[in-house]
């Protein structure tokens, strides 16, 4: 599957040091980039967050439904529920400016 980001991606690789400040996460056996299912599952539940209206993580702990889908909110002092979705993760074949150019 293709697709074009309309802004750049920012992460951060898991090496202490590294020559630029934004290097791109590389999976630690291949050296691939890519996207950890810790990601995904953050920038979901942010999202949610935002389209709730949530301000405070003492929302989202009242929110039954964000518990059921994401676990417990961190720090939470109720029993550990890790949430029902599943994440996995996205390896990219290459990185660099521009878009998908066809063969």
Do not use: C
């Not at 980039?33 to 810790?38: D, E, L, N």
């Not at 539940?45 to 889908?69: C, F, H, K, N, V």
């Amino acid at each position: 599957m293709d697709f074009t980001l309309r802004k750049p991606y920012l992460s951060k690789d898991d090496t202490d040091f590294y020559i630029l400040d934004n290097p791109v996460r590389k999976e630690w056996v291949f050296q691939v980039p890519y996207i950890a299912p810790s990601q995904w599952k953050g920038a979901l539940r942010a999202a949610m967050r935002r389209r709730r209206g949530y301000t405070s993580w003492e929302q989202e702990a009242q929110d039954e439904q964000m518990i059921r889908l994401f676990g417990n909110v961190k720090g939470e002092e109720n029993e550990f529920s890790a949430g029902w979705l599943h994440f996995y993760p996205t390896y990219f074949d290459r990185i660099g400016p521009g878009g998908h150019q066809p063969p």
